[in-house]
């Protein structure tokens, strides 16, 4: 029963779901017509509103080029290289291979996002070229899977903000710890409840071996197919050898690591999407060991961000379309309007979800949201922690049906959003479900 509704939903979305570019388009239009249609603005406000967000995110899409990059030029020296294959040499199986990818995607999403996306995708990838006859496409979407717990765990911007002096909305809630969001008895248990049930959901998904697509490195790895770039010139030139000496490399890494260290003795252990690209540029600097490998994988890897860079202006036009057209605001009063406090945070989180389709950032949704539903929660006597994490995975859960996220997994894959996406959606009703009765048992 259950292989069979996967099968459905892997075929529904083979059929129908667009190009990841054309579902930014299509959102985009959507958006732009509900927000004549529910909030009578007109046809050129509209066109205002998306001109005026389009290119609002435009530091975050160069933090995005820059996790994917470093993470992929750090995964392609010698060291990584063995690491991951330590790693994939655990999976043996099919089945095995598709449990420890999920698994290992949860634990790197619930430590910090950005790692996450990129080491099990690599990861993915490597158990790929390991166990045969596993299904390519359902690793990859297994990889892509764990990223659903990313704003119950240690990178979450919502707890993190909230626990922060000085945050937007401290008038209304005051300063939340993290002991009551991020730790708490309900996230935690939300969190390992998805640790242990999605990689048996995945393991239960994998097709029937005649229906299997598996991985050719072919078909899938284009961004390797060239050869590296032999050095050009004299090699006894000057220039040639700066470009081929381990001094020049050790030493810019050297101040690149005195800084992670200073860092982390004066914050702590604080991730951010700066601080994990630093790590990731310098470690890949070192390892390699003369500029021209380290430039020779960059260029590789530079390949992969087309998606990036195309696709996010659209969908900050979207965000800049719903939150100045107010049509956000519209679906968290509709959901408000048929609350009680037994069911405000669920409700908040579903409409969480259905807002980030549009909003897929979580700053910018807490930005929408956070100020309707706190204060309603207060009238309601209603948990701030509760409301305030029911927004965060409302934030993360439908990131599983939205190819903005996916686009750096499906590029270091070589994949499709659709080639994924049918799985994704099995993926999403499951956690639904178990996020949906954490807040109503808590």
Known sequence: MFQALTNASVRLVQRYLPDAFLFAVILTFIVFVAGMVVNGKTPLEMVNFWGNGFWGLLSFTMQMVLILVTGHTLAATEVCKKGLRAVASIAHTPGRAIVLTTLVSCVANWINW???????????????????????????????????????????????TIATEKHSLQDVIGIIPTSETM????????????????????????PAEKDRIVYHAADYDHEETAAAAAPTGDPD???????????????????????????????????NLD??????????IFLHGTPRKFLD??????????????QFPFYAGIIGMMTASGLA????????SISTPTTFPLFTFWSAGLLNIFIPS???????????????ATELGVSHAKVAMAIAWGDAWTNLIQPFWALPVLALAGLGARDIMGYCLMMLLVTGAIISLGFLVF
């Not at 982390?264 to 604080?270: A, C, H, I, M, P």
């Not at 601080?275 to 540029?281: N, Q, Y």
């Not at 605001?329 to 408000?336: G, H, L, R, T, V």
């Open 114 to 160: 950005g790692f996450g996306l990129v080491i099990s995708a690599l990861l993915a990838r490597e158990i790929a070229r390991r166990v045969e006859k596993v299904d390519y496409r359902l690793l990859v979407a297994s990889a892509y899977g764990g990223f659903v717990v990313w704003h119950g765990g240690l990178a979450g911007s919502v707890p993190l």
């Open 297 to 310: 994988a960059m260029g590789d890897a530079i390949k992969t961000t087309t998606g990036i860079v195309v």
């Open 183 to 206: 730790f708490s008895p309900m996230n935690l248990t939300i969190i390992v409840a998805i640790m242990v049930i999605l990689p048996l959901v995945n393991r239960m998904m994998l």
């Open 237 to 271: 030139s000057p220039a040639v050898k700066m470009e081929n000496s381990r001094v020049i490399s050790y030493l810019i890494s050297a101040i690149g690591f005195v800084y992670l260290i200073a860092y982390f003795v004066d914050k702590g252990f604080k991730l």
């Open 362 to 376: 979580g700053g910018g949704q807490w930005a929408v949201q956070g100020p309707i539903m706190l204060p309603v």
């Open 275 to 284: 601080i994990v690209s630093l790590a990731f540029l310098f470690l890949g």
């Open 329 to 336: 605001a519209s679906i968290s009063q509709w959901f408000i």
